[in-house]
Antibody, heavy 117, light 103 residues
Framework: QVLLQESGPGLKKPSETLSLTCTVS??????????CSWIRQPPGKGLEWMGY???????NYNPSLKSRVTMSVDTSKNQMSLKLTSVTAADTAVYYCAGGEYYFDYWGQGTLVTVSS | DIQLTQSPSFLSASIGDRVTITCRASLGISSYLAWYQQRPGKAPKLLIYAASTLQSGVPSRFSGSGSGTDFILTITSLQPEDFATYYCQHLTVFGPGTKVHIK
């Protein structure tokens, strides 16, 4: 069973860069034919897909975030990472990593990031 | 870009009720639709994929139907643990959610 665990700072200041890590256990960081995504959820709101990395290394980002977001994989640590630059209060959210073959079969428990001065 | 709408946004129901939630796509998406359940403070959980296929381990009181632009999630005999928010999803787009709460 694949388990995902997000980690990172819970508080960032406006204009800073947010860095989060998703540690995968129970299998490779991204299985053949699978993808891994970051999805976020502002408090009391719905789900927003941020982007994905496919097992081949191909990335695809939400156009609304494209200029600020980078996702990468570290196979030696079995981790996927997210970097989001120039954060504002609007980036306050619970950040989830999630993956699967065609759908989001498995999810981390999420990590809350608050952007505030 | 494809957009997903859900109705209703909020739904009050009682234990044992039959509940239906609708998801509508702005363009035809064949059967490429999933449904997720999110309980308060928890991550979403995949319930149904490919519009009507039940994810392993999900109770059979959940079912999905539809294709093209109109999809339905049905919960027969609502249980206490089913009070949650439900989202439909197509590729990189999520619907706005339907919150099911106790009448």
């Amino acid at each position: 069973q694949v388990l995902l665990q997000e980690s990172g700072p819970g508080l960032k200041k406006p204009s800073e860069t947010l860095s989060l890590t998703c540690t995968v256990s129970g299998g490779p960081v991204i299985k053949n034919g699978h993808f891994c995504s970051w999805i976020r959820q502002p408090p009391g709101k719905g789900l927003e897909w941020m982007g994905y990395i496919y097992y081949s290394g191909t990335t695809n980002y939400n156009p609304s975030l494209k200029s600020r977001v980078t996702m990468s994989v570290d196979t030696s640590k079995n981790q996927m990472s997210l970097k989001l630059t120039s954060v504002t209060a609007a980036d306050t959210a619970v950040y989830y990593c999630a993956g699967g073959e065609y759908y989001f079969d498995y999810w981390g428990q999420g990590t809350l990031v608050t952007v505030s001065s | 870009d494809i957009q997903l709408t859900q109705s209703p946004s909020f739904l009050s129901a009682s234990i044992g009720d039959r509940v239906t939630i609708t998801c509508r796509a702005s363009l035809g998406i064949s059967s490429y639709l999933a449904w997720y359940q999110q309980r308060p403070g928890k991550a979403p959980k995949l319930l149904i994929y490919a519009a009507s296929t039940l994810q392993s381990g999900v109770p059979s009181r959940f079912s999905g139907s539809g294709s093209g632009t109109d999809f339905i999630l049905t919960i027969t005999s609502l249980q206490p643990e089913d009070f949650a928010t439900y989202y439909c999803q197509h590729l990189t787009v999520f619907g706005p959610g339907t919150k099911v709460h106790i009448k």
